[in-house]
């Protein structure tokens, strides 16, 4: 509480922009208790297309994109089933 919220530049992991992490973002990331952004918003909006497309790690081990494909299919089968 004592800490005054201020805007803030942090560097991109990825391409090594300086990007604004503002103290309203800064708020927000404290009170989700969440660790601080290591990446800029372009790469941290690829970073979670990847993640969305490549469902588990195991399909990094595919570098067929139909077997991808045919990964992400059966995992939305699954969640339209109400699987956990
Ligand atoms: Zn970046």
Do not use: W
């Amino acid at each position: 509480m004592d800490t005054p919220m201020h805007n803030e530049h942090l560097t991109c992991i990825d391409c090594g922009a300086a990007f604004l992490f503002s103290a309203d973002y800064r708020a927000r990331f404290a009170s989700d208790d969440l660790a601080l952004p290591k990446r800029c918003g372009r790469c941290r909006q690829a970073r979670h297309d990847r993640v969305e497309t490549a469902s588990a790690r195991y399909v990094d081990a595919f570098s067929d994109v139909d077997a991808r494909r045919a990964l992400f299919r059966e995992r939305q089968k699954k969640v339209k089933k109400g699987q956990p």
